[in-house]
Nanobody, 113 residues
Framework: QLVESGGGLVQAGGSLRLSCATS????????IGWFRRAPGKALEGVAT???????NYAESVKGRFTISRDNAKDSVYLQMNSLKPEDTAVYYC?????????WGKGTLVTVSS
């Protein structure tokens, strides 16, 4: 199970920190990612952090977003700074290991201009 939290309404230039609490699987064995779906758009990968700790980011969020994981708490976080209206979306947490793929229900982030 993956449960996202931390979404909300923020003005452009502001910050939010998303959290994803997980349970039911061996968290530290999985690659974890944040995805988002903006209104009327396809699902987009935002950031991933693999088991080794290596992080990757979409070009659109590089330098503004930071993904981190706490294996002791089975949790992953997304620190989002300098938010823009185009960051408005439902953000989903994903855990992936070979053929296994788990998703949360998402948390809505709305950035006003």
């Amino acid at each position: 199970q993956l449960v996202e939290s931390g979404g909300g309404l923020v003005q452009a230039g502001g910050s939010l920190r998303l959290s994803c609490a997980t349970s039911g699987f061996r968290f530290n064995a999985y690659d974890i990612g944040w995805f988002r779906r903006a209104p009327g758009k396809a699902l987009e990968g935002v950031a991933t952090i693999i088991r080794s700790g290596t992080m990757n980011y979409a070009e659109s969020v590089k330098g503004r977003f930071t993904i981190s994981r706490d294996n002791a708490k089975d949790s992953v976080y997304l620190q989002m700074n300098s938010l823009k209206p185009e960051d408005t979306a439902v953000y989903y947490c994903n855990a992936r290991l070979l053929g296994l793929n788990y998703w949360g229900k998402g948390t809505l982030v709305t950035v006003s201009s």
